[in-house]
């Protein structure tokens, strides 16, 4: 069973940026794609950004397109979540997660994931 853990939520202003990380215990050939959702309070989890774990292959929410960067470190089985130009409407839970996805609209599907981390906050104040 496939273990993620999410770090490097925070508190920022309007306009600052955090990096997330999410470590894997491993990647497994179930899953081609990790994944990064939010949930804010009342609102469904949607997905904000996906990277093929054996490629370069992303996809971003058109919501954070041009401020936000999803990378891996492929050795480290780590994959990163660099927010820029944050705003107040990003604040939310943020989770990883692992799963298999053949399309752009299934990997950025909260569906097609079947390992979650615990999420990690993120507080963006004006």
């Known amino acids: 069973q496939v273990h993620l853990v999410e770090s490097g939520g925070g508190s920022v202003q309007a306009g600052g940026s955090l990096r997330l990380s999410c470590g894997a215990s491993e990647y497994s050939m179930n899953n081609n794609y990790m994944g990064w959702f939010r949930q804010a309070p009342g609102k469904e989890r949607e997905g904000v950004a996906a990277i093929h774990t054996a490629g370069l292959r992303t996809h971003y929410a058109d919501s954070v397109k041009g401020r936000f960067t999803i990378s891996q470190d492929f050795n480290r089985k780590t994959v990163f979540l660099q927010m820029n130009s944050l705003k107040p409407g990003d604040t939310a839970m943020y989770y990883c997660?692992?799963?298999?996805?053949?399309?752009?609209?299934?990997?950025?599907?909260?569906?097609?994931?079947?390992?979650w981390g615990q999420g990690t906050q993120v507080t963006v104040s004006s």
């Open positions: 997660a692992a799963g298999f996805a053949e399309t752009a609209f299934q990997a950025l599907s909260v569906r097609t994931y079947s390992v």
